[in-house]
């Protein structure tokens, strides 16, 4: 065994006494092992690094269902392949496909079997063409599976080792300490050959949760992230991963176990020879979220909760006091790791992160702004019983309609204004496919499905959709046109590297902005966006430009002179101002 191999062992046996204490821990490591890497396959002899390597300017992520374009006659995922070959490449390198197995309920999030393709969608050979094209992320649904597939379906007739696969609670504990998303009942009540058994259900009473404290759970899920990393997967987003160790008596949410898990997933694959990185998804407070880093040991990413609700606050109030106070303390991504910022997706708008951030008095008065524009609540239970707001489930296109003055005549221009923001960020931009194509609020979707997520899940047909995008006026064509130049732009340009140098910048609180610089020092840009629908101006000294090199606005390409006595921003008008005009003009002097 190489002494490398070793390292890996022993690591492997010490996160392994951490999790099962009561298993042989070698016995484990060796069973994991030949789960990971089966049929003769290894291990890299070393361990990948942590490094600012993973990833560049030119990373971002379109987010989409496989089913969000059909025809009717081709495969939803021939559509989606002819869709990003006509209008994303180069404008996005990462597309993740939403749960595309055979499901029960929740969209693809209740699986019925993570080895298969949904056949309505198409099949595994769709899915790998995609990702020889696009960098693939793909959904690992840890926590739950669905009550209508293989494994629930064994469990029920107690056959080995299903019988073991979920996990049982007594209706008699005291399990109000519980963290939970929904407002459905904790406990299931099932009948199974053996007697009456209350299973634990997280979040609907379709999705039942795994029981991670058997081992064989563990193992099982290690084979299949080891066969979708052979059909092309290169970013396994941990699905609801914050619950999926439960001890009764504590909240079940963010255990130790749990993040031992993660730091175990995490290892392995720095030891595959494939490029993987680990996305979590936690849909929690800012403190809980960043947790999930470890100590450069756990995700190489994390989702940026708080910035859809923040900059939704911003948008409403024109005023950026809240997104700006947050923003100046948020810690850089530690070396090797990643924010995925994003502002809308398949879910809702989540309110915990905003939770310490926003006064109450601003949620709620941003939660009526977004209702009057169309948008939908939903709520969660909390340990006394009582109700809150966890998300606001609209199309973000439309909630750009309304501020708290009303609506006016500046729709298009904030919602830009809205996307161009965590382009600007440090960190990887991903971006909803229905923000990129300006998708109106779907009530009839909601009306006929029965579930408030419905509305922002839109399936366009083909056609009409290809039709919009002909239509140089329309808002689909608008939107699409202006992301996409802004995203070329940004792809070309150093100081924008996922881990680029970031420093807020105190300007008017009409206005958001961050100074960044690339990793050599060699190009600063100031991102500055008027989330106003007043003209604002800036004196070019309070920026501490520096006078000798000449400073362009990358998006209008306006000179920034010294000599003038400010610099205007139009209302929601962004500018990235910058010494250089990136990676072309670097390389040619190279």
Known sequence: MHQEHKLLNARLRELLSRIYPDESAPDLARAIIAAFWPEGSVPRKRARTPSNRLWSEKDAFLITYGDTIIDGAHKPLDLLEDFLSRYMG???DGVHVLPFFPFSSDDGFAVTDYCAVNPRLGEWSDISRIASNFHLVSDLVLNHVSSQGNWFNQYRQGNAPYDKFFYEADPDQDLSAVVRP??????????????????????????????????????????????????????????AVAFIWKEPGTSCIHLPQTHAIVQLIRLLVDYTFETVVLLTETNVPRSENLSYFGNRNEAHAVYNFPLPPLILHAMQSGSAKYLNRWQATMPPAQLGCAYLNFTASHDGIGMRPAEGVLPTEEKNRM????????????????????????????????????????????????????????????????????????????????????????INRHRWHYPDLLERMEDEGSDQARVMKALSERLRIRARQPGFHPNATQFTLRLDPRLFGVWRQSLDRYQSIFAIHNVSDETVTVDPADLNMIEDDTWRDLL????IDFDAETVSFAPYQCRWISNRRGAAERDALS
């Open 556 to 559: 209008s390409g306006d000179v």
């Open 182 to 239: 929904r407002t459905t009942p904790l406990l299931q009540k099932i009948e199974t050959r053996t007697g009456d058994r209350h299973v634990w259900c997280t979040f609907s009473h379709d999705q039942i949760d795994l029981n991670f404290s058997n081992p064989e759970v563990l193992l099982e899920m290690l084979r299949i992230i080891r066969m979708h990393i052979d059909k092309g997967v290169r970013t396994l987003r941990l699905d």
């Open 90 to 92: 180069g404008v996005v």
């Open 367 to 454: 939660i009526e702004t977004a209702q009057a524009a169309g948008a939908l609540v939903s709520m969660r239970t909390m340990p006394d019983g009582t109700e809150q707001a966890y998300e606001l489930n609209c199309s973000l296109f439309d909630a750009m309609r309304m501020t708290f003055k009303g609506e006016d005549d500046h729709h298009f221009d904030r919602f830009i204004c809205s996307q161009t923001i965590p382009m600007s960020l440090e960190g990887i931009p991903a971006f909803y496919i229905h923000s990129f194509l300006a998708t109106p609020s779907d009530h009839e979707a909601v009306d006929r499905r029965g579930m408030n997520r419905a």
